[in-house]
């Protein structure tokens, strides 16, 4: 059996937002696990020293904006997940005292999927965006049977660099029109959304009527693309549901038992009212 962890932590700068310490707190009381999660903000340059001091409290964890590439970097194993995206969300350290890395956001994203059904053999993916959870969408769609990938991102070298990693991308589009226009799963993978006035990701009169619509952001009462396309009939989903599944398949890594998924969903929906 797994020795348990001295501390459960989320790293990150900020964090002072962040709906996990809710979501796993709600989790760990229900299992009677008599640890805390607690959020830590750690400035980029304070991280080495962070890690160094988590791995001797024998810490696990989440890791968000902006340190999961270079948490990678800190770990000394990652698995066949983290190492694809080359990204890590999710730390905890070993019987052997080596600091292991995974990605959860990959499951998550297919949670997302499932949630509409869009987790389909030969799926047309349009994917917006081309910044780290891009990758970690990836990685989850090169696992789908026959899936293709139209990427377009606002900064067009970052998609191309993205191609060059991800063979599954067959195009990278001129334009966010020009992306989702054969796409059977259209995916916002860019932070358009976070903020109540910020433009949508695409225009939804350019989705396919049967597409599904799948978005990472999340805000207290949907989001403005999700909206509008329930709005059009289009089968649609906001990053919650992402955010419940990556966190729960972490709490089943650290502590190797079922998560508590209706609770955790709960929590999470009332912190996120909040
Ligand atoms: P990131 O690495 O910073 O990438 C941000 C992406 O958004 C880039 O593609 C960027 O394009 C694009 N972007 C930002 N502002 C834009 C604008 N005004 N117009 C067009 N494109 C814009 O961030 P990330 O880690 O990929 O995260 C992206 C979003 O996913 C975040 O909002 C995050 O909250 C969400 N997320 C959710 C979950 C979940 O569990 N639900 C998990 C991970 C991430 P450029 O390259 O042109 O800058």
């Given at each position: 059996m797994r020795r348990a962890p001295g501390r459960l932590v989320l790293v990150g700068h900020p964090v002072a937002h962040s709906l996990s310490p809710a979501l796993q707190n709600a989790a760990l009381r229900y299992a009677g696990l008599p640890i805390t999660y607690e959020a830590i903000d750690v400035r980029p340059d304070a991280l080495e020293a962070t890690v160094h001091r988590l791995v001797a409290a024998?810490?696990?964890g989440n890791v968000t904006i902006p340190h999961k590439e270079a948490m990678a970097r800190h770990c000394g194993r990652v698995d066949a997940v983290a190492e694809r995206v080359s990204a890590v969300n999710t730390f905890r350290v070993a019987d052997d005292d080596v600091l292991e890395g995974t990605n959860t956001d990959v499951g998550g994203f297919d949670a997302l999927a499932r949630e509409v059904g869009a987790l389909r053999p030969a799926a047309r993916v349009a994917v917006l965006g081309a910044g780290g959870s891009a990758a970690a969408v990836m990685t989850a769609l090169e696992r789908w049977s026959g899936a293709t990938v139209a990427l377009f991102?606002?900064?067009k070298p970052r998609?191309?660099?993205?191609?060059?990693?991800?063979?599954?991308?067959?195009?990278?589009?001129?334009?966010?029109?020009?992306?989702?226009?054969?796409?059977?799963?259209?995916?916002?993978?860019?932070?358009l959304g976070l903020r109540a006035d910020d433009p949508l990701p695409v225009r939804?009169?350019?989705?396919?009527?049967?597409a599904a619509v799948l978005d990472l952001v999340y805000r207290p009462r949907e989001t403005a693309w999700v909206r509008a396309a329930r709005?059009?009939?289009?089968?649609?989903?906001?990053?919650?549901c992402m955010l419940l599944e990556q966190g729960?398949?972490?709490?089943?890594?650290?502590?190797?038992?079922?998560?508590?998924?209706d609770v955790m969903r709960q929590a999470l929906r009332a912190a996120a009212r909040e």
């Open positions: 024998r810490a696990a991102n606002r900064t998609a191309e660099a993205l191609r060059a990693r991800f063979p599954i991308v067959e195009l990278v589009a001129a334009t966010a029109d020009e992306a989702v226009r054969d796409a059977t799963v259209v995916v916002n993978a860019t932070s939804i009169e350019s989705l396919r009527p049967e709005e059009r009939k289009h089968a649609a989903v906001d990053g919650l729960a398949l972490a709490f089943e890594w650290w502590f190797g038992i079922a998560a508590p998924r």
